[in-house]
């Protein structure tokens, strides 16, 4: 990861806090040594990075150790920061000259965030840093708050999977890339070192995406936020995380940063979905004091059920109490509302949010959704309801009671039951609230499709909102009208790479998207059903090669479909990764053949193991359902097909399949690499479909 230096002036700044803190992390008496620390603009674990005069901190890879980069780079280093283990083992011929610019300290690692983040002088303390984490959305939520930003000029910047960079303008012809991305969240000393860059380049906000490795590594232990976003949990890198329960409390982590935090006025943005799902209330309890603010966002169909059901219901929900609680308030306390007070400062509200699917609009051809907001104000809070605090060890204990419910209901319960459910309310006629109290906010035409991005974008306005109302005292209800102004227009695109991006519009529809969990394939092609033209297939998956169908490896199901309605089918392209959780394979299976008229099995990153062997276990989700026929709601797919080559798989799909196909190829997204027998390849799935839908179109 390569970045450039800083300015001297940026870094000659630092506080004699700062100073001091820096002393006691490298414990230093040398003031000779410690003065070529603090005149240093770059601090790296990269030995490739290291400038004349600069600081190598020499930490313990998955592979290699730091401090074998050493006699390579004392000469350009001003400093290396060392244990006394490593210097033992890699820095026993060095020369006395060079030895005396060995730092050494207990551990390298422990300190990597805190000596970061002054060296750097805190940068995050000067910007607005909003964290989101979550199995699935992360990087499209950054990206619709990234445009919505911009569009009100504000300068932004980007931390996530798919890039690290800042714009300062929403039509700027050029972005500025810091570096590329390799990991989702990156080193706690490049983050900092970006978060840096960013702040001298006089950037307003920041969008990071915090993945469950980055805050389980603590890679931004030493990260001030300003809000933080829960997306959403489902399963996922359980090849690294022990269990739910760790999986699930590493992502809560986001919370005691929020904590820490130096800033005023913290948020923490969640859907009611998600609240509920997981049965936070308790465990966001303990986090519910004066500085930080809650903020929900839901459905209109879920809000209408449960306000009509019970308006005082959700203050129910929200508020953790105990019977017995002692009279004396605890020291987190607080009255204000569970809910941000965006709109109406005087009360608090509910938003919520529809997503309607739209026929392909006439100048783009592409798929379209109708996106409503609407803002329900709800009763206050009795104002003698305390919160109380739970012990601190319920935190641990509802994480590990829910992930024994999370997998108990979502590892193991019957799929169809769950997918005839959420079928039924992607399909449903009725989508705006039945509540009188709700109010209209923000509506427009988007490109992005599916209740995911809905909730998204909905996300996305609300923080928009608190942004908002921090940079002014008066309400935000220009930030309404100056979205209806700036970014209302029919046809205006959410450009998010590799996230249910149409790379083909029409003839056969093709859509790439980065689903690779079990919960985003289904979000995925739930998302593209209400834009097909019935729900049934009216016939066996036309193929334009007749040698096709009759394929030995092509698997027909028991069942058989008899209905003269035009369909536009849908199909999908998908493969698992090899090293990874393999427990969740079997469930695309599934997904993919319940929601789907045909699926191709093919390879994604197989790496160290055998692709037919990955396709093999994806089979056994697909395999005991053969024999079973569809429900009327939810159709079963009419075949598979196992073609392990992705590019073979790829170009036949698109050359065979009937013109009014719509076509999901899932998995790599955004990536532009293969990764086969653990050796990284150049693969450029865009290319590759353009160049087969003009081999169709010869």
């Known amino acids: 990861m390569k970045l450039r230096s800083l300015k001297k002036s940026l870094i000659d700044v630092r506080s004699i806090q700062t100073e001091t803190t820096l002393r006691n992390l490298l414990q230093i008496s040398d003031p000779k040594l410690f003065k070529k620390v603090l005149s240093a603009r770059n601090l790296s674990h990269h030995s490739a990075n290291i400038r004349l005069g600069d600081v190598f901190i020499a930490l313990a890879g998955k592979t290699l150790h730091g401090a074998r980069f050493i006699p390579t780079v004392i000469n350009r280093a001003g400093a290396v920061i060392v244990t006394r283990a490593a210097v033992r083992k890699f820095c026993t011929h060095l020369a006395p000259s060079l030895r005396s610019k060995l730092i050494i300290v207990p551990s390298t690692q422990n300190i990597a965030a805190d000596l970061s983040a002054n060296f750097y002088n805190h940068p995050s303390r000067h910007l607005s840093v909003t964290a989101i984490t979550g199995t699935n959305g992360k990087t499209s939520l950054t990206w619709i708050l990234e445009q919505l930003s911009l569009a009100l000029k504000l300068r932004t910047g980007i931390i996530g999977t798919i890039s690290i960079h800042y714009k300062t303008a929403l039509h700027a012809k050029q972005t500025s890339i810091l570096t590329e991305s390799i990991n989702t969240t990156p080193h706690a000393i490049d983050l900092q070192h970006v978060l840096a860059v960013m702040h001298e380049n006089a950037i307003d906000h920041v969008f990071l995406e915090a993945s469950s490795h980055g805050l389980k590594e603590q890679r931004l232990a030493a990260t001030d936020l300003k809000s933080a976003i829960f997306t959403n949990f489902s399963h996922d890198h359980l090849d690294y995380h022990s269990s739910v329960a760790d999986y699930l409390r590493s992502k809560l982590m986001i919370l005691e940063l929020l904590q820490k935090s130096v800033h005023a006025n913290k948020r923490f943005l969640i859907s009611l979905r998600t609240l509920h799902a997981l049965k936070l209330q308790s465990i966001l309890a303990p986090y519910a004091y004066k500085d930080l603010q809650l903020g929900l966002l839901t459905s209109d169909t879920l809000a209408a059920s449960t306000l009509n059901k019970n308006p005082h219901s959700l203050n129910k929900a929200l508020y953790h109490h105990t019977k017995g609680a002692p009279a004396t308030k605890p020291a987190n306390y607080r009255r204000a509302p569970p809910f941000l007070p965006l709109i109406n400062h005087s009360h608090h509200h509910l938003y919520s949010y529809s997503m309607r699917p739209l026929s392909k609009n006439k100048l783009s051809k592409a798929f379209f959704s109708k996106f409503s907001l609407n803002a329900t104000a709800l009763p206050r809070p009795p104002k003698n309801h305390p919160i109380s605090t ?155 090669s007749t040698q096709a169908s009759s394929d030995p490896s092509v698997k027909p199901s028991a069942r058989s479909t008899s209905t003269n309605k035009p369909i536009k089918n849908l199909y999908v392209v998908f493969g698992c990764g090899g090293d990874r959780d393999p427990s969740k394979r079997s469930q695309m299976g599934k997904i993919a053949y319940l929601l789907s008229d045909g699926v191709f099995l093919t390879s994604d990153n197989s790496r160290s193991e055998d692709p037919h062997a990955i396709i093999k276990d994806i089979e056994k989700g697909i395999l005991p359902l053969l024999k079973k026929t569809s429900t009327p709601t939810l159709p079963q797919a009419s075949y598979y097909k196992i073609i392990p080559n992705r590019r073979k798989a790829i170009y036949h799909v698109i050359t065979t399949l009937e013109e009014n196909a719509i076509i999901l190829i899932a998995g790599k997204g955004h990536e532009r690499y293969e990764n086969l027998g653990g050796t990284p390849k150049p693969f450029n799935e865009v290319a590759l479909i353009k160049k087969a839908y003009r081999s169709r179109q010869a």
């Open 390 to 544: 739970p012990p601190t060890q319920s935190f641990h204990k509802a994480i590990t009671e829910f992930s024994k419910i999370f997998t108990q209901t979502t590892l193991t319960q019957p799929l169809k039951t769950s997918l005839d459910k959420t079928y039924a309310n992607n399909n449903s006629s009725s989508h705006h609230m039945h509540s009188k109290k709700a109010r209209l906010v923000y509506e427009t035409q988007t490109n992005l499709i599916g209740a995911m991005n809905g909730e998204n974008l909905g996300l996305a306005l609300l923080e928009l909102a608190s942004i908002s109302a921090s940079r002014s005292p008066a309400p935000p209800l220009n930030l309404w009208k100056n979205l209806n102004r700036n970014f209302n227009k029919p046809c205006k695109t959410f450009a998010i790479t590799g996230r249910m991006q149409t790379v083909i519009p029409q003839n056969p529809t093709v859509i790439i998207d980065y689903a690779h969990t079990p919960s985003a394939l289904k979000e995925a092609l739930l998302a593209l059903k209400p834009y097909q033209t019935s729900d049934q297939p009216s016939h066996q998956p036309s193929m334009k």
